[in-house]
């Protein structure tokens, strides 16, 4: 239990400086927003659980293949406030396209002989 705490408040910390950050100068914020961290840290907390190369090996691969249905969501969602959408509307359309985009990976992913 310890250990999830342990993993729980470093992810947490992470966030956090990143949407601190962010309020003061956005483009540093979304750099660090950008980085890998979650993927990072779940490949290390994966590693510590399980440390099994092929496993691990899976798993970073699959992830490459579902970071590509998130990225149009950065694309939509500034678009859209700058239309005039609301924020939640606008960050509502985004994550709703970024799940079916998801869904569609996970649908043409198999026919193109891709493993996630």
Request: glycine fraction near 8%.
């Amino acid at each position: 239990m310890l250990y999830l705490a342990l993993k729980a408040a470093i992810s947490g910390i992470l966030v956090a400086l990143a949407s601190t950050l962010a309020k003061r100068y956005p483009g540093f914020g979304a750099l660090i927003a950008s980085l890998p961290l979650v993927s990072v840290l779940g490949m290390i907390w994966l590693w510590g659980e399980r440390p099994d190369a092929a496993n691990m090996a899976a798993h970073s691969q699959a992830t490459f293949w579902y970071v590509l249905p998130s990225l149009p969501m950065f694309l939509v969602i500034p678009a859209l406030l700058r239309h005039g959408t609301p924020f939640w509307a606008a960050l509502l359309i985004g994550c709703g396209l970024t799940v079916a985009l998801y869904a569609a990976m996970t649908w043409i992913a198999p026919r193109l002989g891709l493993q996630l």
